[in-house]
């Protein structure tokens, strides 16, 4: 299993080199860099300077955002694309294993097939350049930013959408960067990615399940839970078993909402995230460990309990028991005690 630490959706906020002395300590392979952030450090200072702090502590980039928007006009994205080369160098030098591209669920430019075709176009322009860098592509599914704007035509906003958006692409590095939230948000299933081939299509995974109880029709990021796999009908336990049986191994995060963890220590924090991976990649269940250990404790208690009850029953039968011995003492004492009547004279 390969463990990335996705700061970004943790609430746990903090310079480079904090983040990962985090990774270091809990055992992560890799963090995830913000791409952006690290190409301004290279423009600025030098490669040197931008790589640094990774390669001193000897751990991977991970995964990051593709930094292009696939539904930008084509002077945008061409300016954005100058960018690439240093991208896939940064990329290669740090060991990335992989990068992820937002699909926009709206476009205000381009008509559904129009910027479906765009995406196509351009993805499998990014698929060659960085199978160079022997990068993997995974399209990422916004599946709670169900909303068009007034002017805008939709696009991609369902998991079978994004599913024939990979296909359509059809190449080998470009598959589907599976945010377990957004992808259950996008009416996905674990079925939906076994059809399509697990080894095939999943490139990246991000745990991470909607809370009991929230509205469907209207899921907002605040709707994840704490942790993946923390209620009994977890997505994130069916997909990491799936996985599992299938043999398939990708790069893993947990991906929470910013103010989840907001009151923890960092520390505390990512030692929970890494030890919840671990369990939902060995094919447990966390909240029926849970349940398992409430309901030992339960009845450990109640046995107690009973316990106490059957010692109180006892003494309190000794008591009585010699309440009745002691009263029939006093009895014979009171027996011998008392005056013998004189007897009667004729």
């Known amino acids: 299993m390969y463990k990335i630490l996705n700061s970004g959706g943790l609430g746990v906020a903090g310079k480079q080199n904090e983040l990962i002395e985090l990774a270091l300590t809990h055992g992560f392979n890799g963090v995830e860099v913000d791409m952006v952030d690290l190409v301004g450090r290279h423009d600025t200072l030098g490669?040197?300077?931008?790589?640094?702090?990774?390669?001193?502590?000897k751990i991977d980039m991970g995964t990051f955002e593709l930094p292009v928007?696939?539904?930008?006009?084509?002077?945008?994205?061409?300016?954005?694309?100058e960018k690439l080369d240093t991208i896939l160098d940064l990329a290669t030098t740090l060991n990335a294993k992989g990068c992820y591209?937002?699909?926009?669920?709206?476009?205000?430019l381009y008509s559904f097939q129009e910027c479906f075709?765009?995406?196509?176009?351009?993805?499998q322009e990014l698929s060659e350049k960085c199978t160079e860098s022997s990068l993997?592509?995974?399209?990422?599914?916004?599946?709670?930013?169900?909303?068009v704007p007034d002017g805008e035509f939709k696009f991609v906003q369902t998991a079978e959408e994004l599913l024939t958006l990979v296909k359509a692409v059809g190449q080998p590095n470009v598959g589907v960067c599976v945010d377990a939230f957004q992808w259950a948000a996008g009416g996905g299933t674990v079925e939906h990615l076994v059809a399509a081939g697990l080894s095939d299509?999943?490139?990246?995974?991000?745990?991470?399940d909607i809370v009991e109880g929230a509205d469907l029709?209207?899921?907002?990021?605040?709707?994840?839970?704490?942790?993946?796999?923390?209620?009994?009908?977890s997505f994130s336990v069916k997909l990491c078993r799936a996985l599992s049986e299938a043999s398939v191994e990708v790069p893993m995060s947990i991906s929470?909402?910013?103010?989840?963890?907001?009151?923890?220590?960092r520390d505390s924090i990512v030692g929970s995230i890494t030890k919840q991976i671990d369990l939902l990649v060995s094919g447990e269940h966390p909240a029926e460990i849970k349940a398992a250990a409430e309901a030992a404790a339960e009845a450990a208690a109640d046995e107690v309990e009973g316990s106490d009850a059957k010692s109180g029953d006892a003494k309190s039968g000794e008591s009585k028991s010699g309440e009745s011995k002691s009263g029939d003492a006093k009895s014979g004492d009171a027996d011998e005690a008392a005056p013998t009547a004189p007897a009667a004279t004729s």
């Open 69 to 81: 928007d696939l539904g930008a006009s084509d002077d945008d994205y061409n300016t954005a694309m």
């Open 47 to 57: 490669k040197q300077f931008a790589c640094q702090f990774l390669q001193s502590a």
């Open 201 to 208: 299509v999943v490139s990246e995974v991000r745990l991470a």
């Open 256 to 265: 929470t909402d910013l103010g989840t963890f907001s009151t923890g220590t």
């Open 136 to 147: 993997n592509i995974g399209l990422w599914l916004r599946g709670t930013d169900c909303e």
């Open 217 to 233: 029709s209207a899921l907002k990021d605040a709707d994840r839970t704490s942790l993946p796999g923390d209620h009994l009908d």
């Open 117 to 123: 075709e765009k995406y196509q176009q351009r993805l």
């Open 101 to 108: 591209v937002s699909v926009a669920s709206s476009s205000g």
